[in-house]
């Protein structure tokens, strides 16, 4: 009888064993079982994590500073050549006014992150109402003055906050742009629909925009909207209906707490 129970605990070890290894195998499996860790020390811009689904406006990326809301990596000189940030004043990262006060095409009192470039990223607090997939889609701006075609390639991050590394390995990445593309201004923002699917599921996460391979490249912002699961194949016909958020009158403070041609979904 005893070694019967030995026999029956033992097995049930074995299968146990197999399903954890099971789950770790394929981003989706993965994906599921993150939380944000007790050790991230970023905190979201606004008093809550931004909510999903929805439109997750770019500027406002998590408050914790260098390597924990973002990784920026721009040369001194060009950043000193750039105007006063529009908000975040004390952040490197640059946020300009893309409104029709500098030609931009977006409505009067938008703002979104400028000078992007490959290799940094951002980070920001999400709070998931359902397990669900999307397929984002993504306001960019990205211009080259003799008419040929910048490469974007973009991706998402879903993990818990304690990745060093969130772009470049730590994590599965999916829900980016992977596309060659000339919107016309370096203001003239356009949208497009991401290469492929992200599943996020139910609860809160740390999720990491990374820049991969950009340049002359500014984002607005990227809308989630739910496509069921496995994903949706076609773009949708326009552009997101929700109102972006406009220019705030009064910013927190930010100081830390401790590749084919793509043709886009509207102009």
Not at 123 to 131: D, L, P, S, V
């Amino acid at each position: 009888m005893i070694g019967q129970s030995t026999c029956t605990v033992a097995l049930f070890c074995i299968l146990c064993a197999c399903a954890s290894a099971k789950s770790l195998r394929g981003g989706r499996h993965q994906q599921r079982r993150l939380k944000i860790s007790p050790d991230y020390q970023g905190t979201p811009y606004e008093a809550n994590p931004i909510a999903i689904p929805g439109m997750l406006q770019v500027e406002l990326f998590d408050k914790g500073g260098e390597g924990v809301g973002y990784h920026d990596i721009k040369d001194p000189a060009a950043k000193a050549k750039a105007p006063p940030n529009v908000i975040r004043q004390d952040s490197p990262i640059q946020i300009n006014d893309e409104g029709p006060d500098v030609n931009g095409s977006e409505a009067v009192g938008q703002i979104g992150i400028g000078m992007g470039i490959g290799g940094e990223w951002l980070r920001y607090t999400i709070e998931a109402t359902e397990t669900a997939t999307y397929r984002p889609i993504w306001r960019i701006a990205t211009y080259d003055p003799k008419g040929g075609d910048n490469v974007v390639q973009t991706n998402l991050a879903l993990g818990t906050g304690a990745e060093a590394n969130p772009c470049t390995g730590d994590l599965p990445v999916a829900g980016g742009l992977d596309i060659k593309v000339n919107t016309g201004g370096y203001k003239t923002f356009k949208s497009y629909t991401s290469k492929d699917p992200i599943t996020i599921p139910k609860g809160a996460h740390v999720l990491t925009v990374c820049l991969s391979d950009v340049v002359d490249f500014e984002m607005n912002y990227i809308d989630f909207e739910v496509v069921g699961e496995g994903g949706a194949t076609e773009a949708p016909s326009a552009a997101p209906s929700i109102a972006p958020s406009v220019m705030p009158s009064a910013a927190p403070s930010d100081a830390p707490s401790a590749a084919p041609s793509a043709a886009p979904v509207a102009a």
